[in-house]
């Protein structure tokens, strides 16, 4: 059993259930990868359907603080609440969150400063939650205590608008024209659950010994890297940027924006350039 505010690690067949699950998925993003001939844009929203994102992301923020508002409640009431372990990770989360969002604002200079801005924000809040999402299914079902009279209730407060939060956050990236799905991004992931996966063959243990440190900080990085792949895939696959036999315009960049400009987070992508 791990310490207050964690969660129990796998043990038993558990641990090698959780690592051929998410070796599997990783097989089957590495085949994704492997497949993808080009970096691909996913499709713009337009100006209703931005407005849209941006309320649900604001909302699954607000869920998510009344969500932990009644956990933290329980805890008091029963007399579980404790203070909380240290956290040797966030320190390497906000470092990371802050060098994406400089490289993001610097990597387009063709932008304009609203879409650079923009981007860089959404890539900060974004990478975080790469890792977010596959971690919370994992450790979700074990945290530690366990609060009466309904454990299962009170872990579903906490984890399903974190999880909503962490879904609408991601499909802000779609604002952003500088996103591309690569290769190299779902090699990336992949490579966060194999990380993951080694995690568990050694009980997916909470970060409080140099092994589960040292996976954490390892697969939180990997989380980053992908998000960066996304905003600038041209530093990871830049020849698969351009079919064989496509002529290359030294004076443009191998990478280059939409022709058309994007004004702002709810610009119409209906709007002709």
Not at 28 to 51: M, N, Y
Not at 70 to 81: G, K, M, S, T
Not at 225 to 235: D, E
Not at 236 to 256: H, K, M, N, W
């Amino acid at each position: 059993m791990t310490q207050y505010g964690t969660w129990f690690s796998y043990s038993g067949s558990g641990r090698l259930v959780l690592a051929i699950v998410l070796l599997a998925a990783a097989g089957g993003i590495a085949i994704a990868g492997a497949r993808l001939s080009h970096p691909v844009t996913p499709p713009r929203p337009g100006r209703l359907v931005s407005a849209l994102m941006l309320v649900a992301w604001a909302f699954a923020l607000g869920a998510f603080a009344i969500g932990l508002s009644v956990y933290i409640h329980q805890l008091v009431r029963d007399h579980l609440a404790k203070a909380p372990p240290s956290d040797p990770i966030f320190p390497v989360t906000m470092t990371a969150a802050f060098a994406i969002f400089v490289v993001v604002l610097i990597v387009g200079p063709k932008a304009r400063p609203g879409v650079r801005l923009g981007s860089a924000a959404i890539a900060a809040m974004a990478a975080p939650m790469i890792f977010e999402l596959p971690f919370d299914l994992i450790v979700m079902a074990r945290t530690y205590p366990a609060i009466p009279p309904d454990p299962a209730l009170y872990r579903a407060w906490f984890f399903v608008p974190l999880l909503l939060v962490g879904l609408t956050t991601l499909s802000l990236l779609t604002l952003s024209p500088m996103v591309r799905v690569s290769s190299a991004s779902l090699y990336s992931f992949g490579l966060l659950l194999v990380v993951f996966a080694i995690w568990g063959l050694s009980g997916f243990g909470y970060p409080s010994a140099p092994l589960p440190i040292a996976f954490n900080v390892v697969s939180k990085l990997v989380a980053f890297v992908t998000a960066l792949s996304l905003f600038a895939p041209q530093w990871f696959a830049r020849q698969a940027l351009r079919q064989p036999g496509d002529s290359v315009d030294r004076a443009r960049p191998e990478t280059p924006l939409p022709a058309r400009a994007w004004s702002g987070l709810f610009d119409d992508a209906n709007t002709p350039g």
